[in-house]
């Protein structure tokens, strides 16, 4: 009860926002939490241009890939989530990113975030889960999560546009 | 109709919802909601079980659950389609559960259906709403969609997470 408790107020808190960047911040903050990630990018689905973008990742800025590169882009095409808990032996990694922010990225796990017509438009990436690797029960947590606030999330883009 | 203030207003539902701790207070919530701003008669929503293959639903007043077949009628035709359903004339319908209308004393001219998915993309519910002046059509059905998805994120915590504890 306590967990069901937690996730509603941080819903409540989601629902309560006014633009997009606010939202994309909270959800980055909470998931981050949910499985000890140090961090958090949430890229947004462009389909008119074939870009996946953020808003802002943590220590990075804004990130631009295109569809279908990266693991991110491997998550958007195959409709799957990923983990990856040795990127830099996985051929669809994209270590240029890891250059320019400084930062090295020890494992990954990311989650396709789908709109109400059931089509990916957004993916939850998080980086570097303290302690321990990522395991299928930051899958399922995060699966969850991703559908809990994806009513939100669709609403802010459909609001923002 | 448009639905453009709604859009901008459904976080305040949303909120709202977020208050009940159980599908019992939930689903009355959600009822009056969706009739109130679709302009239809009535509501229901049925929660659906996979495994068992059942659906359950309440009456009007929240308390009682009572099953209803879950392969009959327009709601088993939406589960098995996986996609929302316009019957704007029930009766020529032959998916329509003409027996439904008889037991309950209340007919049905008009209905949609919208499938509500969890996580997963497993239906887990329907959306069902009855009788609106002049017939549904295809905003109300871009609602429902809308709408199906941005309660599935409740319904799948209270049949999931609570479940768990």
Redesign the interface.
């Known amino acids: 009860?306590r967990?069901?408790d937690k996730?509603?107020?941080f819903?409540?808190k989601l629902?309560?926002l006014q633009n997009i960047e606010e939202s994309l911040q909270l959800i980055s903050d909470e998931a981050k939490e949910i499985v000890n990630a140090q961090r958090c990018s949430i890229f947004i689905v462009d389909e008119e241009d074939k870009m996946l973008w953020t808003k802002l990742s943590d220590g990075i800025g804004r990130i631009v890939v295109s569809l279908n590169s990266g693991i991110v882009g491997d998550t958007y095409l195959k409709k799957e989530p990923q983990i990856v808990n040795e990127p830099y032996k996985d051929e669809r990694f994209l270590a240029s990113i890891d250059k320019k922010s400084g930062y090295i990225t020890k494992n990954m796990i990311t989650v396709p975030i789908?709109?109400?017509?059931?089509e990916v438009m957004g993916i939850i990436q998080l980086l570097n889960k303290t302690m321990s690797d990522f395991n299928r029960k930051d899958l399922e947590t995060l699966?969850?999560f991703?559908?809990?606030?994806?009513?939100?999330l669709?609403?802010a883009i459909?609001?923002s546009t | 109709m448009n639905y453009a203030n709604t859009y901008l207003k459904l976080a305040d539902f949303g909120r709202e919802l977020l208050n009940k701790k159980s599908l019992r207070e939930g689903i009355p919530l959600i009822s009056k909601y969706a009739k109130e701003v679709i302009s239809a008669s009535r509501c229901s929503i049925f929660i659906y079980d996979a495994q068992k293959n059942t659906l359950w639903t309440t009456l009007s007043d929240g308390i009682e659950k009572i099953e209803v077949t879950s392969n009959k009628g327009i709601v088993g035709k939406t589960i098995k389609e996986k996609k929302p359903l316009i019957v704007n004339d029930a009766y020529s319908h032959p998916d329509f559960l003409v027996d439904v209308d008889k037991e309950s004393g209340y007919k049905t001219d008009n209905l949609i259906t919208a499938p509500i998915f969890d996580s997963n993309r497993r239906i887990i519910g329907i959306l069902e709403l009855l009788n609106k002046e002049g017939g549904f059509d295809s905003e109300d059905m871009k609602f429902m969609i809308f709408f199906a998805h941005y309660i599935s994120g409740f319904i799948e915590l209270i049949t999931q997470v609570k479940k768990e504890g």
Do not use: D
């Open positions: 009860m967990q069901f996730i509603a107020e819903g409540q629902m309560a789908y709109n109400s017509k059931r699966t969850f991703a559908n809990f606030v994806s009513g939100s669709e609403l459909l609001k």
